[in-house]
């Protein structure tokens, strides 16, 4: 080969080796601002992913509090009905406590009102309005209210040892706390 000979540029050595440096270079250069680009929208991205993530939970735990609020108000919508409706059990319960003399139209009148509370306490059974069942317990202040203490040696200290009213549940929550008489150790 003479030296007037020129190989083509892509057999000649030496011509690559700059080329090459100086493409690597160029290049370098070109793609740093694309890289950092890539950086920030990586950021961007997971910034997003991290937002909706916490949206998709925020959701979760929404449907979750109207699921409750829905139970309840099923469960519990007949707290204020119930309310109304527990003094007219208590009156019947009163009715019969009274003593009664040994006339036959009384013992009719009596046995209709036994009957009636008996038709009430089964209707509020149905929608799980049920008795606190207080005489004989131990004082419970979650249920029961306490109207006073007696000092006595017929039952254990904080005991409940007599009921003055009733106390109601429904569904387990505590729609009217038995009033009682509790107790008390004789000093």
């Not at 680009?37 to 949206?55: C, G, I």
């Not at 306490?121 to 309005?129: A, V």
């Not at 007599?162 to 009217?176: A, S």
Request: aromatic share 4%.
């Amino acid at each position: 080969m003479s030296p007037d000979e020129v190989l083509p540029e892509e057999q000649n050595p030496t011509t690559d080796e700059p080329t090459l440096i100086e493409s690597a270079g160029e290049s370098q250069s070109e793609t740093a601002p694309l890289e950092e680009e890539l950086a920030k929208v990586s950021q961007q991205a997971q910034e997003n992913w991290d937002k909706f993530v916490r949206a998709q939970a925020e959701l979760e735990n929404l449907k979750r509090r109207a699921d409750k609020d829905v139970q309840d108000a099923r469960k519990f919508g007949l707290e204020r009905f119930a309310k109304e409706l527990l003094p007219v059990a208590d009156s019947l319960e009163l009715g019969l406590s009274v003593e009664t003399s040994d006339n036959p139209e009384v013992e009719k009148l009596r046995e209709g009102m036994e009957l009636t509370l008996k038709q009430l306490l089964s209707t509020l059974e149905k929608f799980q309005i049920t008795p606190v069942n207080a005489e004989g317990e131990k004082f419970n202040p979650e249920q029961h209210q306490a109207m006073a203490m007696q000092p006595t040696d017929q039952a254990e200290p904080n005991t409940v040892i007599k009921v003055y009213q009733k106390g109601y549940l429904l569904n387990g929550r505590l729609l009217r706390p038995a009033m009682v008489v509790v107790a008390q150790a004789i000093a």
